[in-house]
């Protein structure tokens, strides 16, 4: 029975030693080709040339999508307002604070 083991094992040796040049290699990376578009990168947290002015706001607040603006917008127009603490806020609190600034103002306004 052992010498069956050890016939069983070098068949098996034999068969994946031949293997050997497909083991650990890695695909190629594929080729760029000029034709590719390029890649598009990602505006920085801080411009603020997408800032939303108080109309278009006041839009969104009346027909309650504020929640579809980005972070960095809210966090910007919020920046403009002069609103504190709005680094560590989470988007649902951008949110709120924006809708309470609209409230404040049109109480008064009202």
């Given at each position: 029975m052992?010498?069956?083991y ?8 034999e068969?994946?030693d ?42 969104l ?5 504020v ?17 504190k ?26």
């Open positions: 052992e010498e069956e050890r016939n069983w094992q070098r068949g098996r040796a068969k994946y031949d293997d050997d040049e497909h083991a650990g290699t890695k695909r190629a990376a594929p080729k760029s080709s000029s034709s590719s578009a390029p890649k598009k990168v990602k505006s920085e947290a801080g411009d603020t040339d997408d800032v939303l002015d108080d109309g278009e706001m006041k839009k607040v009346k027909k309650n999508t929640n579809k603006l980005t972070i960095p917008k809210l966090k910007s127009w919020l920046h403009e307002k002069g609103e603490g709005i680094s560590t806020m989470k988007k649902a609190d951008l949110v709120s604070l924006v809708e309470q600034h609209f409230e404040s103002v049109m109480d008064v306004d009202g």
